[in-house]
């Protein structure tokens, strides 16, 4: 079946140390996005792609990374840079920019 | 004004009742309009996209209006099923991504 695959579910992070969460999706999207939420808030973007090789910065994109060297995939590094990480993050596809999100199943990161 | 703003409740209604929430857009340019439903700690799903015409889907029922710049959902005889965080999507233009607004949360009580 086609759909977007995020691990882990769960991932635990220490005081300075760099996590990676993956994203991979097999429905042949050109665009990818990572969003983060936080109990109770809406979905703020982190980072996103509309094509290999190419991302930009969305609203809270200081002390995060990015990749994206396959169409597949997309990875976001929380670097320990982000002093406040704990949150849920959401990757999603989409066909084109303006065509509906298609989301995985969701990370979430808390601080040991 | 924000881009995308909507009441965040708690709507709380009885299972049967009929239930609409707004959802205000700022930019006259926008050009795709949606409503995705959110399970507490689960992702977004598609509930419809939203057409000039306006759409219907079982009981739900999704209006724009763009000369005052908002859209609608309306969902009649609900359910507990129903219980949910409703989230407004807009699409300007462009390349730009689509901006969420923060959600309107729906428990339908028996």
């Known amino acids: 079946d086609g759909g977007i695959t995020q691990s882990p579910k769960y991932l635990f992070r220490k005081e300075g140390q760099n996590v990676t969460l993956s994203c991979e999706q097999n429905l042949n999207h050109d665009a990818m996005y990572w969003y983060r939420q936080d109990p109770g808030q809406g979905l703020r973007l982190i980072y996103y792609s509309q094509i290999v090789n190419d991302f930009q910065k969305g609203d809270i994109a200081e002390g995060y990374s990015v990749s994206r060297e396959k169409k597949e995939s997309f990875p976001l590094t929380v670097t320990s840079a982000q002093k406040n990480p704990t949150a849920f993050y959401l990757c999603a596809s989409s066909i084109r920019p303006n065509e509906k999100l298609f989301f995985g199943s969701g990370t979430q990161l808390s601080v040991l | ?110």
């Open chain 2, 1 to 110: 004004r924000k881009e995308v703003e909507q009441d965040p409740g708690p709507f709380n209604v009885p299972e049967g009742a009929t239930v609409a929430f707004n959802c205000t857009y700022s930019n006259s340019a926008s050009q795709s309009f949606f409503w995705y439903r959110q399970d507490c700690r689960k992702e977004p799903k598609l509930l419809m996209s939203v057409y000039s015409s306006g759409n219907e889907d079982g009981r739900f029922t999704a209006q724009l209006n763009r000369a005052s710049q908002y859209i609608s959902l309306l969902i009649r005889d609900s359910k507990l099923s129903d219980s949910a965080t409703y989230l407004c999507v807009v699409y300007k233009s462009g390349n730009t991504p689509l901006v969420f607004g923060k959600g309107t949360r729906l428990s339908v009580i028996a």
